[in-house]
């Protein structure tokens, strides 16, 4: 009877066996397909899609984990190769909610960060890898680990925040990366360190990088480090070494198709040929960078092409190729300064809401222990100690509260003592505290500055005839329209009535000359058809330097008025340059006596007398 009973026993084991093996061989098999699609995501994109859609067809045999880890790779391929960034985000967010496995959400969390960084929505690519992060010491993959850590000293990079961009690609390389993630690391690496003015005297460091991610073929990071280490050369005088490094590779470059390296070579071969005479490859480089950067306007190589051809131009006496070239050069500017503000206020908010996150679950954590200590006390102490504990909880809120109303007021105030109230724009006082330290700064650093004033033409004029409300509207569009011609180091600000000043640092007389040129084209161009009055603004400017007016703002601001009702008596709507015995007025020399005294009363020319009849009718 026992003997007949084991042997039913070992059928039944062997007739599970026979159901269970396919289930688990099919499992065996798919986790192998998974594996095999994940290490060919980037390197083989097309067997990569073949594998994906093999596994989708066997999906309903999978395990969840499995699953996810195919919803995972699904994401990727939107990102990466199918450019639908917005679909692959809407995925990989589910499954950052939704991932069972840790080392899945942490992949899926990486995704996201690169993936708003890639549509230059950099706020929300910091507030998930400020998600993500954390998780790492939990994966237990170490290459995952390393991706992730990796995309932080990118994602770093990216926003110029090379300090922690170098702590990152460190902590990586201190963990005996794989050889990818090590190439990777090395260039995030050099490039905090070259920005950060860390690397060493010697090039091992740099050659060693490059070697290692060549025997990978890794070439897009290795020609990375070499544009690194060619504007090394360039900077201790070694432009012919740089020039022929990267000549030897731009082929190479332009070969990866990633055209904000290509854009970044060429600009760089633009700028040392130029500075080696060799005009004809300066100008052929400085195209090939435009070319590639068209789709990058806020690059900063896009303004360093133009800005070669605008210097081949003005040395060739082609003035007004130059002038088309410096209006580009200084448009690029501006987007890539205006994108590097971008950057910077997305990772200021995002610091200062994760130091807010950060204090709040510290107040938590010590309301919490309050809670604790006051349930102690409540079965210890009477009640007269719990209400003097509450109490004192509310004076420490109150406290808190009119420490941060003092604080608003204080901001209120210093905004409304420094700012012009109708332009938004320095007022006279704050404006002469600015420009006064600026030319301190650059006389100490031996650099040139320029003034340029200017006073609207005819402005009473357009108040007694169309009423202040429109002339509030003329000064406003003035202020917009000449601050965006200036640069984050420029002072801009209103003297008073209609008369305005801009102190330039590290600006010749020449270039600031063009610079009110192109301020005085613009001013005319601004359309009053908005208020429902035709006319013109019109302006007159003077410009003066510390070349011939020295480093005290009263005498530059003395010469450049001198020069401004200069241009009133000569007409208006014109620009003037104080250059002691000469008046630099484009497109011509005027000569203006040194010894000119305090400006006469206008005279009014014929055709100002036309425009105000206009005016009037």
């Known amino acids: 009877m026992a003997r007949a009973r084991g042997k039913t026993w070992r059928l039944a084991m062997v007739l599970a066996l026979a159901c269970v093996a396919p289930a688990l061989a099919a499992s065996a098999s798919y986790e192998q397909r998974l594996a095999e699609a994940d290490a060919l995501r980037s390197a083989?994109?097309?067997?990569?899609?073949?594998?994906?859609?093999?596994?989708?067809?066997?999906?309903?045999?999978?395990?969840?984990?499995?699953?996810?880890?195919?919803?995972?790779?699904?994401?990727?391929?939107s990102v990466v190769h199918r450019n639908h960034v917005d679909q692959g985000v809407a995925q990989a967010k589910v499954l950052f909610k939704q991932a069972s496995i840790i080392d899945l959400r942490y992949r899926a969390g990486s995704l996201i960060a690169n993936s708003y960084a890639i549509n230059r929505n950099f706020s929300e690519g910091l507030r998930y890898l400020n998600q993500t992060l954390p998780m790492r010491k939990r994966v237990l993959d170490k290459d995952i680990r390393h991706d992730g850590i990796d995309a932080?000293?990118?994602?770093?990079?990216?926003?110029?925040?090379?300090?922690?961009?170098?702590?990152?690609?460190?902590?990586?390389?201190?963990?005996?990366?794989?050889?990818?993630?090590?190439?990777?690391?090395?260039?995030?690496?050099?490039?905090?360190?070259?920005?950060?003015?860390?690397?060493?005297?010697?090039?091992?460091?740099?050659?060693?990088g490059i070697a290692r991610c060549l025997a990978i073929k890794e070439k897009l990071p290795a020609n990375f480090i070499r544009l690194v280490l060619a504007r090394k050369w360039a900077t201790r005088g070694e432009a012919g070494n740089a020039i022929a490094l990267l000549e030897d590779n731009v082929a190479e470059v332009d070969a990866i198709g990633y055209n904000f390296l290509s854009a970044e070579v060429h600009a760089l071969l633009a700028q040392l040929t130029l500075g080696q005479a060799d005009v004809a490859a300066a100008r052929r480089h400085a195209q090939e960078a435009?070319?590639?950067?068209?789709?990058?306007?806020?690059?900063?190589?896009?303004?360093?092409?133009?800005?070669?051809?605008?210097?081949?131009?003005?040395?060739?006496?082609?003035?007004?190729?130059?002038?088309?070239?410096?209006?580009?050069?200084?448009?690029?500017?501006?987007?890539?300064?205006?994108?590097?503000?971008?950057?910077?206020?997305?990772?200021?908010?995002?610091?200062?809401?994760?130091?807010?996150k950060t204090q709040q679950i510290e107040r938590l954590n010590s309301e919490n222990q309050l809670l604790v200590l006051q349930q102690r006390i409540d079965q210890q102490a009477n009640q007269n100690t719990r209400l003097l504990m509450l109490l004192l909880a509310l004076l420490v809120a109150l406290i808190g509260y009119w420490a941060y109303k003092v604080k608003l007021v204080q901001q209120s105030l210093r905004r409304f003592a420094e700012t012009d109230a109708l332009t938004g724009i320095s007022n006279r006082h704050h404006f002469t505290l600015r420009a006064e330290r600026a030319l301190v700064g650059a006389a100490a650093d031996g650099e040139p500055c320029t003034l340029i004033m200017f006073d609207l033409d005819h402005f009473k004029l357009i108040n007694d005839s169309y009423g202040h409300e429109i002339g509030d509207w003329v000064l406003k569009q003035v202020a917009r329209t000449c601050e965006g011609l200036c640069r984050r180091m420029d002072q801009f600000g209103r003297l008073g009535g209609e008369e305005f000043a801009i102190l330039l640092r590290g600006i010749d007389l020449c270039s600031a000359t063009r610079l009110a040129e192109d301020c005085r084209v613009r001013l005319t161009q601004i359309d009053s058809g908005e208020t429902g009055h035709a006319f013109m603004v019109t302006a007159s400017f003077g410009v003066s330097a510390t070349t011939l007016s020295g480093y005290n703002l009263d005498k530059l601001l003395s010469h450049a008025d001198r020069m401004l009702y200069s241009g009133k008596r000569s007409g208006r709507n014109r620009v003037h340059a104080y250059t002691g015995e000469l008046l630099l007025h484009p497109p011509q020399l005027q000569v203006v006596p040194r010894g000119d005294e305090s400006p006469p009363e206008e005279a009014v020319s014929p055709v100002a007398q036309d425009r105000a009849e206009l005016l009037r009718s």
């Open 44 to 77: 083989d994109p097309q067997r990569f899609a073949i594998l994906l859609d093999g596994l989708d067809v066997d999906a309903a045999r999978s395990s969840a984990g499995q699953r996810q880890h195919l919803q995972y790779l699904r994401a990727y391929q």
């Open 290 to 356: 435009i070319s590639h950067a068209t789709d990058l306007p806020s690059a900063m190589s896009l303004a360093d092409a133009y800005n070669v051809l605008y210097q081949i131009a003005e040395r060739q006496q082609e003035p007004v190729a130059a002038l088309g070239f410096y209006r580009r050069y200084a448009e690029a500017d501006k987007a890539h300064v205006t994108d590097v503000n971008a950057r910077e206020l997305a990772y200021q908010i995002v610091r200062e809401e994760t130091l807010q």
């Open 152 to 208: 932080a000293a990118a994602l770093y990079n990216q926003l110029g925040q090379y300090q922690l961009g170098l702590r990152y690609a460190r902590e990586t390389l201190a963990d005996d990366p794989n050889a990818r993630a090590r190439c990777l690391a090395g260039h995030f690496q050099i490039e905090s360190q070259y920005h950060l003015q860390l690397l060493s005297a010697d090039d091992l460091a740099l050659q060693q």
